[in-house]
């Protein structure tokens, strides 16, 4: 990583435009956008390994092979099978290089269209050269917007992310990790804001704990982990010979944080746990089935004090009762809960989500035992987007928000607009259930209308949705505690069944 650089490369935008051009054939034999961006990001490392190799000043076997001399020189008919070989023989390897090719697999049946793949896009251009992570990003960003490719549910808008970045300013000292990390735009846009904005001055020791402990991430998903390392490599993050990797596979939601980091910027999956039983963790407020329930409580437990946060959540997690209000309830108690961006409507895969971005820090517990919240600063998005496709969005759509929220400076400085509106925390706990989908713009006088059916009849859902799971985890936990006394859920003894 050479965090000296204070400028990052433009990539080329013919070459996303070829990439995307041949994504298009692909996906009309059967393949879909996310197999081959993971096929096209192996076969780049497979070529930036080639070109490391063969550099006349200083070069680098970091695969202990020539793997792409390998293909490209194997005819057309046997290259799907020197392809696969070597597939097999990299996932093999420990650290960094062994999670790049963990489990992956060719996709691409006819080996007319994996040699043009090979020879006439990959081996063509210099990938060691110029911003190829900023290739492979716009390429998921096109995806994102395109519901028949399926790749949305993994990514982020990257505009947001850049936001986020922008209003929790990452700096030399951080230590940064994402739970959730899908394809790692949350760890790139932090790596670029630290790009952009290095200072001079830096010591060795900062230099090497940047290089090495700066940042990490888990990921469910062992073919998007694949992806989100890939994107660390090509950003510079990390090294391809790292031992250790920036990227963890496994349930990040299964056990206590073992490392704990001062940043934490994440978008947890949204719904419930695939099992009806709720999570059960001792340094857990409490349990529940919600996965953006527990992902915030997870938060809270990542974060070191004085850390802070920025967790994408749907507006249920704002709402929801039962667990979902005494994780509030605490949540306001241990953390400095400050600002509430409300997002627009759809801004994710899923059509029709409502979503919002929790920022908190994580103090030393109040002396006096108040709520280490004191103000809630809530920015609506969502009026001023009511009418426009939220995958438009761009940087300077929340240009205001960023504004508003003043990086860097005490928010004892901000401002009231009609967007921007602040609740103190007694107000918060006020209202009932510790509902925190809190309203900025006044509604206009007149008749009830809905202006959007569709959205208010998914919102109504949402509620009712939510309501009803909340009671029902609540009734199950009442079923596994009467348990051990015989007692069946219709109240029924066992021994008077008998």
């Not at 965090?3 to 435009?17: G, Y």
């Not at 519901?147 to 936001?163: H, N, S, V, W």
């Not at 394809?183 to 704990?209: C, E, H, M, W």
């Amino acid at each position: 990583m050479n965090l000296t650089v204070s400028s990052r490369p433009r990539h080329d935008q013919a070459l996303v435009e070829r990439l995307w051009s041949f994504g298009n054939v692909l996906r009309d034999n059967g393949i879909s956008g996310l197999e081959y961006i993971e096929q096209l990001s192996c076969l780049i490392l497979l070529k930036r390994a080639h070109e490391q190799r063969e550099r006349p000043l200083n070069s680098q076997d970091v695969l202990g092979f020539d793997a792409w001399a390998q293909l490209t020189s194997t005819e057309q008919d046997r290259q799907i099978l020197v392809y696969e070989q070597i597939l097999d023989q990299l996932a093999s390897r420990p650290g960094t290089l062994g999670l790049l090719f963990r489990r992956a697999q060719n996709r691409i049946p006819d080996p007319a269209l994996l040699h043009r793949m090979v020879v006439d896009l990959v081996d063509r251009y210099q990938w060691s050269a110029g911003d190829t992570g900023g290739v492979i990003e716009e390429l998921l960003a096109r995806m994102s917007t395109d519901t028949k490719t399926g790749a949305g549910q993994y990514f982020t808008p990257r505009p947001l992310i850049e936001a986020i970045v922008q209003c929790v300013q990452p700096g030399i000292e951080d230590t940064i990790t994402d739970p959730a990390c899908g394809t790692g735009g949350f760890l790139i846009k932090a790596f670029d804001y630290l790009v952009d904005n290095f200072p001079s001055g830096v010591t060795a020791a900062q230099r090497q704990r940047l290089n090495e402990e700066a940042f990490f991430g888990t990921e469910l998903v062992d073919a998007t982990a694949r992806l989100a390392t890939t994107n660390l490599v090509l950003h510079g993050i990390t090294r391809v010979d790292e031992a250790h990797p920036c990227i963890t596979v496994e349930d990040t939601l299964a056990r206590p944080p073992v490392r704990r980091a001062t940043l934490v910027l994440t978008t947890p999956p949204f719904g419930r746990r695939s099992t009806s039983e709720a999570l059960y963790r001792e340094d857990f407020w409490t349990t529940t089935t919600s996965r953006q329930l527990n992902f915030l409580q997870h938060v809270h437990s990542l974060l070191e004090t004085d850390g802070r946060a920025a967790v994408v959540v749907p507006d249920s997690a704002l709402f929801e009762g039962g667990a979902g209000e005494l994780i509030r309830r605490r949540l306001l108690a241990a953390c400095d809960v400050h600002t509430l961006l409300r997002l627009p409507t759809g801004i994710f895969y899923a059509g029709g989500v409502k979503a919002s971005v929790l920022f908190f820090d994580k103090p030393d517990p109040q002396p006096d035992g108040s709520p280490s919240t004191k103000r809630l600063w809530v920015y609506d998005l969502r009026s001023q987007h009511q009418k426009a496709k939220p995958t438009t969005l761009t940087g300077a759509d929340y240009a205001d928000f960023v504004s508003a929220y003043r990086p860097g400076r005490p928010r004892s400085e901000r401002a009231e607009t009609p967007h921007f509106r602040s609740f103190t925390v007694q107000d918060l706990l006020a209202r009932p259930g510790v509902n925190l989908d809190l309203q900025v713009t006044e509604q206009p006088a007149g008749p009830f209308t809905l202006e959007e059916p569709e959205a208010d009849l998914h919102r109504m859902a949402q509620e009712i949705t939510a309501e009803l799971s909340a009671a029902l985890a609540e009734f199950d936990a009442l079923v596994e505690a009467l348990r051990p006394y015989g007692v069946h859920a219709d109240g029924a003894d066992r021994e008077a069944k008998r």
